[in-house]
């Protein structure tokens, strides 16, 4: 039931992924909102510039979303641990995001309005990678001001 604590908000936020991987998150979707936003920040900016903005928005999702993945990962490989960080647990949560990135870019194969991409699967992997590379840090500085 302890480790439940720790797994929870894994499976959870699993879930949200799997859920935005619906057509209800395809770029037709998004830019029904995002374009008219974009349209109106910046008026000046023609089609496919605000193209290239919405679909870097996009991607930035995907890194935001497996960025959080990698942290929830970490902690609950931690569990609760009083060591603070170990490469152990930093390589099972790489290894996570990415099977989890390639499972989501499978299950986007079979929806209509969504395409899979190897590219994606890249771009949400350097997402668990950039936290893992945030908690190492967050940890050596936070060790560092306690000595």
């Not at 194969?109 to 350097?126: K, L, P, Q």
Request: aromatic letters at 16%.
């Amino acid at each position: 039931m302890r480790s439940l604590k720790y797994w929870l908000p894994v499976i959870i936020w699993m879930g949200v992924i799997f859920w935005m991987s619906t057509g209800m998150f395809s770029y037709e979707q998004t830019s029904r909102y995002i374009v008219p936003i974009l349209n109106f920040l910046f008026p000046w900016l023609v089609p496919n510039q605000i193209d290239m903005l919405h679909e870097l928005i996009r991607k930035s999702a995907h890194i935001t979303e497996y960025f959080i993945l990698g942290s929830l990962l970490f902690y609950a490989f931690r569990s609760g641990s009083k060591q603070k960080w170990c490469l152990r647990w930093t390589m099972y949560a790489i290894i996570g995001v990415v099977l989890y990135a390639a499972s989501d870019e499978y299950h986007q194969s079979f929806v209509a309005s969504r395409t899979a991409s190897i590219i994606d699967v890249g771009i949400d992997s350097a997402g668990g990678l950039l936290s893992q590379i945030a908690i190492a840090l967050g940890v050596r500085t936070w060790e560092h001001k306690l000595n």
